[in-house]
């Protein structure tokens, strides 16, 4: 198992930035896939970017954050970041980061994802 924290989120007005952080331990968290989802008020949770394990990975955009979200990955401090640039209101959401087991392979289901992190607001003002 690998514990998750994230932080990082908060309130920023349309067109900002943030970077959201999520730390591991327990795992060395190269060794995991992993997942930043979103959950807004009424709507399902939607997976937004995805990293493959390894210290070389593919990653995965939803359409909507193409362009403005990069995912990254600081093994020396087991940390994957979600920077997100651009901010729409329509990004205001819980974030998630979610780590699970793969080979190589990006995660796109939430139910392949075995450790998840307590969740930190994105709120961003028009």
């Known amino acids: 198992q690998v514990q998750l924290v994230e932080s990082g989120g908060g309130l920023v007005q349309t067109g900002g930035s943030l970077r959201l952080s999520c730390a591991a331990s327990g795992r060395i968290l190269s060794s995991y896939a992993m997942g930043w989802f979103r959950q807004a008020p009424g709507k399902e949770r939607e997976l937004v970017a995805a990293?493959?394990?390894?210290?070389?990975?593919?990653?995965w955009y939803t359409d909507s954050v193409k362009g403005r979200f990069t995912i990254s990955g600081d093994n020396a401090k087991n940390t994957v970041y979600l920077q997100m640039n651009s901010l729409k209101p329509e990004d205001t959401a819980v974030y998630y980061c979610a780590a699970g087991r793969s080979s190589r392979r990006i995660l796109y289901s939430d139910y392949q994802y075995d450790n998840w992190g307590q969740g930190t607001q994105v709120t961003v003002s028009s």
């Open positions: 990293r493959s394990d390894g210290n070389t990975y593919y990653t």
